[in-house]
């Protein structure tokens, strides 16, 4: 090596960054005469304290040609880069930055535009969202040996609304009631037990399944559906559309259903009037004005009292009582009033009565066929073919025999239930008109005339007629 009248650090200053992950070495102030050693390029580095990360195999490089590195930095050593912790999130069952209501695609393409709202139903103690903790993070290490610190995550907390719990370790959220998920403007998680509608429910809206009540404060349009775990009430009307509560459905304007209409409740029904449509209720209905041309099954009840209370057309089934002002009109308009059974018994009665009449008819073919089967028989002429057809028809009318026997023991149990009719009966606050049909149990009456303020019930198995007090 040349003699040198300055020390080596004239010619070679090492350089750290400001985040001490990067150390640089400079040569300067030399000819191309200048030799340095890997040792003297070890020493003035140890004396700038980088101990971390050295690029050997470029010192050496560097000691065996350092021309090519004139006046330039040259990165010698490399810290270790520390890792941020990650930070907690929550992880929820329901996507809440859905802005855009998107119609249901269906298996084959076509798009049903009735489904277009997603509600986030959740049933009681149901996970709403999980919560996943925040990592520590990585130190690192600079060229100079410290140690890097860094920052742990943030963690992430539940923000609780209303009828929402944490477990003990709030790391999951859950539901206290049936009901909707809903964020609120401060990211609160709520479960809602009412669903709400601000006007119609129409393609704006969608059909809607919701496992709490729905109220909708305006009208259901026709062909839209509403089930509801709870209750529904509308305070405008119901047209050609579909209403199903496990609870009570309570309907401010109205029916039209265009007989289409089609209102089921597990406990009661009320409605200011209804018109061709078909209404089931466990318990009981009551409308204020009229009832017409429509089907009514109820479990206990129909209450048709109100100011007009009109019944006219169709048929009015109920388990226990029919009370209404007017039944029929003066144009002997066919109504039916049957009262004395649930209606679900007296329904399946007439559908088993219309299999036993098709059995019979099977059977009176199966025998006329074994007839003749038989005369071929015993006059030698039964080959294989017809014998198969015996055997099939032997074993056929066996079936129908037994399936017969069946319908016959139901149907029997069926009528013992319409004998207790005791309590059951039809209430007339005014008049009821001829054209009216009044079955009371397995009794029939036909109304000829028009009668007034009249109570019918069951007395010495018959129909009996009495003045409604």
């Known amino acids: ?279 089931e209720v466990a318990g009981e209905l009551k409308v204020s004005q009229s009832i017409m041309h429509s089907t009514i099954r109820a479990g206990k009840a129909v209450n048709c009292i109100g100011s007009k209370g009109l019944i006219v057309g169709g048929t009015i089934q109920a388990g226990e009582r029919v009370t209404a002002r007017t039944i029929g009109n003066s144009m002997s308009t066919t109504t039916v009033v049957e009262v004395g059974v649930l209606p679900e018994l007296r329904n399946e009665m007439l559908n088993l009565r219309n299999q036993l009449k098709v059995y019979i008819e099977n059977m009176d073919k199966t025998e006329k066929a074994l007839t003749l089967l038989d005369q071929l028989a015993a006059a030698g002429q039964l080959g294989p073919d017809k014998v198969a057809m015996r055997v099939k028809l032997n074993h056929t009318k066996k079936q129908a025999i037994e399936e017969q026997n069946t319908i016959k023991e139901r149907i029997l149990e069926i009528e013992k239930s319409l004998e207790d009719s005791d309590k059951a009966k039809v209430e007339i606050l005014s008049t009821i008109y001829g054209g009216t049909k009044i079955v009371i149990g397995r009794y029939t009456k036909y109304i000829k005339d028009p009668t007034n303020r009249m109570t019918f019930h069951l007395s010495d198995g018959d129909i009996s007629m009495s003045a409604y007090v």
């Open 1 to 279: 090596m040349i003699e040198r009248n300055m020390p080596l650090d004239y010619y070679i200053s090492i350089s750290i960054s400001d985040d001490k992950l990067s150390a640089y070495l400079l040569i300067n102030n030399v000819d191309d005469n200048f030799k340095v050693t890997a040792g003297q390029l070890e020493d003035i580095i140890q004396t700038n304290r980088i101990v971390h990360g050295l690029n050997r195999p470029l010192l050496a490089q560097i000691a065996a040609n350092p021309q090519p590195f004139y006046h330039q930095k040259v990165m010698i050593a490399s810290g270790t880069k520390p890792e941020e912790g990650q930070n907690g999130y929550i992880k929820f069952i329901f996507d809440f930055d859905e802005e855009d209501k998107k119609p249901l695609e269906l298996d084959d393409g076509r798009v049903n535009y009735k489904e277009v709202v997603s509600l986030h139903n959740v049933r009681k103690g149901q996970p709403i969202g999980q919560r996943f903790l925040a990592t520590e993070g990585s130190p690192g290490r600079a060229v100079t040996g410290e140690t890097l610190f860094t920052k742990a995550g943030k963690e992430a907390r539940f923000k609780l609304g209303k009828n929402v719990i944490t477990d003990a370790e709030q790391m999951g959220l859950y539901s206290l009631i049936d009901g909707m998920v809903v964020r609120t403007d401060r990211d609160k998680i709520n479960v809602f037990p009412v669903y709400e509608v601000n006007g119609n429910v129409d393609y704006n809206i969608g059909n809607i399944d919701f496992v709490g009540t729905v109220v909708v404060r305006g009208n259901v349009l026709p062909g839209f559906k509403i089930r509801a775990a709870g209750d529904i009430r509308v305070t405008g009307g119901v047209e050609a559309a579909e209403l199903e509560a496990e609870g009570s459905i309570d309907i401010s304007a109205g029916i039209v259903g265009q007989n289409k209409a089609y209102v089921k409740a597990g406990k009661n029904v009320k409605s200011s009037f209804i018109q061709d449509a078909t209404v």
